[in-house]
């Protein structure tokens, strides 16, 4: 059954205004787990299978997510040592969310 927000009509074809919380739980888990799937990168060279065994997902989810954040812009950086092939972030996590001064009014001070 679609559930609707109070003040609003249904859409057609059933599509809910209201998520259920199970979807909206599903839709958390996968940015909570994308967030830590980029922290690790951001500490060092990783295996999909390690990836998978650390955040306890499928190497299948890990290659799903690797897909999103590129498609999302995250600079990813893929490399083989030897015959295995590894994942990376440049720099840190941190790093992405830097402004330099080029991009600021006032000289690359951000307002804390």
Known sequence: MSRQHPTQPALPGGFDLVPSSKAVKRRNAALVRQWALLRLLGRSQQTIE????ELEVTTRTIRRDLAALE???FPLVQGKIGNRSYWWLPGTVDDLWRVDGS?????GQVAA
Do not use: I, R, Y
């Open 50 to 53: 390690g990836l998978a065994a």
């Open 71 to 73: 498609e999302a812009h």
């Open 103 to 107: 991009e600021t009014s006032d000289g």
